[in-house]
């Protein structure tokens, strides 16, 4: 594969957003308060006050425990859990009979208290089954469900059946009336922050009182009502569970949006119970500003609080001791911040909508304890029939309670800050206010006005088009709708649903000849009723057949007795060939796939010859023979190949923007057929499936997983994910990213590398009459990998950053001149420490692909002893361990190399 710096435009940036406690966002309603009063040197101490979701009232005797700590709430819901360790997190449970568990994370600090309100949802109502036969739990007046199998649960923890009646609660979360009702933090495992389009939870239990779960091998189907501030919900979202250990949310499946005349849910498969949540993960902000108090001091440990207006979420950070705060919010969003202390807080700013950081202009004011004062009265809101309609309230003054009226009288339940209904024809006209209390007096807002509009009926503005493609490859088609959303889209094929194919853009698998004259269309559906596009016509042509041929050949393996070695091939064919290695001319067993890793080498295997055969329909082609030496171990040879790890860098790049290969250079998307030559790629982009042809946003959250595809001559297997933001699609590029790999597999050539974790990406760039120059530092995760298979060598990174330079010249885009620097990069091998450093300068002869010339050196050092370098010498690149130099036999990624 020719690499090229240019792989990175329009590509890559924004720094994952570190958030207090748990990562990005997150706040899960709880409120994080200064102390009361001090608590004993070195520890810290939890207090709060624990309340009804539905009504605001104290919730006594519910048990809290953390950190081996435990407390019972009092007749006005209040715990205190003292002499706690400082830690960033501590994982705090409340439990309240009839109502779901909370589990949050929180920060303990040294001599301070940490202060939170929780409500607790109410738990449904329980309901009888029959271990033995299938069933459906639901709840009234909601179209939450879940379809329970026959014969399919065990006691929790064990593999022990359930049997006899078997009792179940199946209780509604919803996010969009009220974002602190989830029993977690808006805070994914990846540590980002995520926004919630419903949830549900499912309690399991005998005749015993012991906890069920699904047995091994059996799953659920679950549906989750819609409930989103969010006007256009996605087609499909991910599913998410409550980690019960941690309070942050862990992916596992996905649901499908499903629309009737009743509403909307998601419908997915789960195979295990507890919370589960339809999520996905955001794109964020930050918002920057400081809290004071009314004389102008700053504030210390106030908890700021953001909370969206059209999206359900809600994030949280605590004051500096500057009083100074960042907190985040999701990009090009509404969303409203304020900050609390004790039992007074701020007046709430409206922030957004925005695609960079936001600074205030002026510090939130710290109001002093007094009776209720209405600040802001909710505003008058237009809504689409069926959609939610938000309103807030801010309001100042102590320990304050609300109460939400529609043209005058109590709403059940309403008793929040903010108020989010599902708009009805029926409400066009109603006017929401709010009466705010506390034990000093109360305050009533004004009221607002609601204007509903009726839903339109889908209908199809632009219907799919005829295609045309070959075997072996794939084809898309694509309709544009109008209507209210939220819409659901159902591709069919020759009439008939197409699985999965929910989304405005459907592809197809791999195409064969049986898929030529098939007719596809879309069935697009509303609450109103549904549409049906034109049927457009595949037509498929046989692909070319072709014998096997050997396009990268086997390489030699030097390596060390005790380690393994590994050899491969790349080959075209059509059909596909298979492939069989041979060791000395004999067929090795189970050795069919395009590598071949031996076991571990003795020194029986020095000498050894290695080759493969391909073979297909068309015929067979054997490989060149590859020799295998097998070495004694030695530490020369092992820093050696240390080495030429450190100076195949270019890899490192080429993994970081590996999840952009699914765009061509300009950032437009490609079809999956044009990324992969053989094997798949799946990329989504915020959740949501990628238009051919349509250009990558800015920024975004790109994700991307292969499985052997094979892209101008690299096969990649793995996943990656790339949460960017950066300046532009051309060079240069100026911005930041956050890169995770999992398992990310690159083979190309002579060289098989895997790279494993997280990575900080940053970007600058200039440009001028005839060159354009670019930096990218990497800057891995503890605990990122790079290991070369080929080798056995794996390198777990601890500290430190690589930084790769280029100047391309902007009258052909060939590069001349490339630079990588290792900034203390801090690593270990088989439990030995090591660190690189130095810097490597090299010029390149864009006519013939050589190295004109190159400078400077990178050394490796182990327990600060200098045990090797890398350096330019003699018009090539040169190794030195331990005073004997020996030549870079391991292959650079020339640039400007042409397969």
Request: hydrophobic share 40%; charged share 10%; proline share 5%.
């Amino acid at each position: 594969m020719s690499f090229s710096i240019q792989r990175l435009r329009g590509a890559l940036a924004s720094l994952c957003l570190a958030a207090f406690v748990a990562g990005c966002g997150g706040g899960g309603g709880s409120s994080t308060q200064p102390p009361a009063t001090q608590v004993p040197a070195d520890t810290g101490q939890i207090t709060g006050q624990v309340l009804s979701a539905a009504d605001a009232s104290p919730v006594a005797g519910a048990r809290i425990t953390a950190a081996g700590t435990s407390a019972v709430s009092d007749a006005q819901g209040r715990f205190s859990l003292n002499g706690l360790a400082p830690a960033d997190a501590v994982v705090l449970r409340i439990q309240a009979d009839g109502h779901l568990d909370a589990v949050l994370p929180l920060p303990v600090r040294s001599n301070l208290a940490t202060s939170i309100t929780k409500r607790l949802v109410a738990a449904g109502s329980a309901q009888t089954f029959s271990a033995t036969a299938p069933g459906t739990l639901s709840v009234a007046n909601t179209l939450a469900s879940v379809d329970l199998p026959a014969n399919g649960f065990v006691i929790d923890g064990s593999s022990t059946a359930a049997t006899g009646t078997l009792s179940a609660r199946l209780s509604v979360i919803d996010p969009a009336r009220n974002p602190g009702a989830m029993p977690g933090r808006y805070v994914a495992s990846t540590g980002r922050a995520i926004e919630s389009f419903g949830a549900i939870n499912v309690d399991l239990r005998d005749a015993a009182g012991n906890k069920l779960n699904l047995k091994a091998g059996t799953t659920a189907t679950i549906r989750i009502p819609l409930a989103s501030r969010s006007a256009t919900p996605p087609a499909t979202v991910p599913l998410f569970y409550l980690d019960e250990a941690t309070g942050q949310w862990v992916q596992e499946g996905q649901a499908t949006l499903k629309v009737t005349a009743d509403g909307s849910y998601y419908e997915g498969t789960v195979a295990h119970f507890s919370s589960w949540n339809a999520d996905m993960e955001m794109d964020t902000i930050f918002v920057h500003g400081c809290v004071v108090d009314s004389t102008g001091k700053p504030v210390t440990w106030a908890l700021v609080q953001s909370s969206g207006v059209d999206y359900s979420g809600v994030s949280y950070a605590p004051t500096d001791g500057n009083g100074k705060f960042d907190v985040a919010i999701r990009k090009n969003s509404l969303a409203e911040v304020f900050a609390s202390v004790g039992d007074r807080a701020t007046p709430t700013v409206s922030v957004g909508p925005s695609a960079t950081d936001i600074t205030l202009p002026n510090c939130l004011v710290v109001a002093d304890a007094v009776a209720p004062q209405v600040v802001s009265s909710p505003a008058d809101r237009t809504a689409v029939a069926g959609q939610y309609a938000f309103f807030r309230v801010v309001a100042t003054g102590g320990d304050l309670r609300y109460q939400w009226q529609r043209n005058g009288v109590d709403l059940p339940g309403e008793t929040y800050d903010t108020l989010s209904i599902s708009a009805r024809l029926a409400d066009d006209g109603a006017r929401y206010g709010v009466v705010v209390r506390n034990s000093v007096g109360q305050a009533a807002s004004g009221t607002a006005v609601l204007h509903v509009t009726p839903a339109v009926a889908p209908a199809i503005t632009t219907a799919p088009q005829d295609a045309s493609a070959k075997v072996g490859d794939t084809a898309s088609f694509t309709a544009t709708v109008s209507g209210s959303a939220p819409l659901a889209y159902q591709w069919q094929r020759n009439g008939v649903d197409i699985a999965g194919a929910t989304a405005a853009v459907y592809r197809t698998p791999a195409l064969t000849l049986a898929d030529n004259g098939a007719r596809f269309r879309v069935v697009v559906r509303n609450a109103l009723g549904s549409a049906t596009s034109p049927e457009a016509t595949l037509s498929v042509a046989d692909a070319t057949l072709a014998a096997p041929a050997i396009t990268s050949q086997p390489a030699a393996v030097t390596t060390n007795i005790g380690l393994t070695a590994s050899f491969l091939v790349q080959g075209t064919g059509t059909p596909v060939p298979t492939y069989q290695w041979l060791r000395n001319g004999t067929a090795i067993a189970g050795a069919t796939a395009s590598v071949y890793t031996t076991p571990v080498l003795t020194a029986a295997d020095d000498g050894a010859l290695f080759s493969v055969k391909l073979t297909n329909s068309q015929g067979e082609v054997v490989s060149n023979t590859a020799l295998l030496t097998v070495r004694p171990g030695g530490s020369d040879t092992d820093q050696a190949n240390l080495l030429r790890v450190l100076g195949a860098s270019s890899w490192w790049l080429q993994a970081m923007t590996s999840p952009l290969i699914v765009t061509d250079d300009n950032g437009v998307v490609l079809a999956g057929s044009a990324v992969c030559q053989t094997g798949s790629v799946s990329a989504t982009l915020g959740g949501a499936a990628l238009t051919v042809g349509q250009p990558l946003p800015a920024s975004g959250l790109l994700a991307t997983r292969f499985t052997d595809c094979v892209n101008d001559g690299t096969r990649y297997s793995g996943a990656g994910t790339a949460d960017y933001r950066f300046s532009g699609l051309s060079m240069p590029v100026n911005g930041s990213a956050t890169v995770t790999l999992s398992s990310l597999r690159m083979v190309d050539g002579g060289s098989d590398y895997t790279v494993d974790g997280g990575t900080s990406v940053a970007l600058s760039g200039s440009t001028d009459a005839t060159s354009v120059t670019q930096s990218v530092t990497v800057t891995p995760a503890g605990g990122a990998s790079i290991t070369n298979n080929l080798l056995s060598l794996k390198a777990t990174l601890s500290g430190g950053s690589l930084t790769i330079g280029s100047t391309t010249r902007t009258s052909d885009g060939m590069l001349t001149a490339t630079s990588v620097g290792y900034n203390s990069i801090a690593f270990t091998v088989s439990g030995t420490p090591y660190v690189a450093q130095g810097t490597l300068t090299l010029t390149f002869n864009t006519s013939t692909g050589g190295y004109t010339s190159g400078s400077g050196e990178i050394t490796l050092a182990s327990n600060g002893t200098q045990v090797g370098r890398l350096y330019f010498a003699n018009g090539s690149l040169q190794i030195e361990v331990n005073g004997r130099v020996q030549p870079f036999s391991a292959p650079l990624r020339n640039p400007n190399a042409r397969r």
